[in-house]
């Protein structure tokens, strides 16, 4: 039997968190393993529970979530955890700051029961918890602000083809639009997109495009 997937839920409003945990709880392939109410307290159970997935609120007194999701799940975090984030607002700025933090994913807290649920399995398995499209024009729009962190480095372990690969994802397209402008199958692009997160140390799409826009992989 497959072992159900670990979560911590971290969220300040007592009501809201209580309800998260209710609706994660009722499912057999998912465990509620703790909860807390500041993001230092979800930092602190992380490294001692070590969940699948962290469900992340952003707005926490202590540590605000975006810095606990830093902490948790920042490119030099040895070993980090998947964070998803869920808040009430809506704002580029928010999701911007989460997936530049490590994020894997971003809801907001009027989604449905299934979409949260959703998410988190998604973010389980190793995928990215935004549209392509969304992800585009996000990292897009704060490309500027991106962009001056380095330059690639010149011994980049890709190979020529996943140096192709590799701006299309970052521009945006799906599995099925790589596959067409580079005239190959989906099946192919699956393994060429596996191959550039192994070889780059990446946890998934999202952090693709944003290291592909930091290191100039991406015309402007």
Request: proline share 7%.
């Amino acid at each position: 039997m497959t072992e159900p997937i670990r979560v911590l839920v971290c969220d300040d409003q007592l009501l809201v968190r209580s309800g998260l945990v209710t609706i994660i709880g009722s499912q057999p392939d998912l465990e509620v393993v703790g909860e807390c109410g500041d993001g230092r307290a979800a930092v602190d159970l992380a490294e001692r529970l070590r969940p699948d997935v962290v469900v992340m609120d952003v707005r926490m007194p202590v540590l605000d979530g975006i810095e606990a999701t830093r902490l948790l799940a920042g490119s030099d975090v040895p070993h980090p955890v998947k964070v998803l984030v869920v808040t009430t607002f809506n704002l580029d700025e928010y999701v911007y700051e989460a997936l530049r933090a490590g994020a894997s994913g971003f809801l907001l807290k009027d989604a449905p029961p299934a979409q949260l649920l959703h998410g988190i399995r998604t973010i389980a398995a190793g995928a990215a918890l935004l549209d392509p499209e969304v992800t585009r024009q996000l990292v897009g729009k704060y490309a500027a602000r991106i962009r001056p962190a380095r330059p690639a480095p010149q011994d980049l372990p890709l190979t020529p083809r996943e140096r192709e690969v590799l701006p299309l994802l970052a521009d945006g397209l799906s599995n099925s639009e790589i596959a067409a402008a580079l005239v190959i199958s989906q099946e192919t692009v699956k393994t060429f997109v596996s191959r550039i997160l192994t070889k780059l140390g990446l946890r998934d799409r999202v952090q693709a495009v944003i290291y592909a826009y930091r290191h100039g992989l991406v015309p402007t």
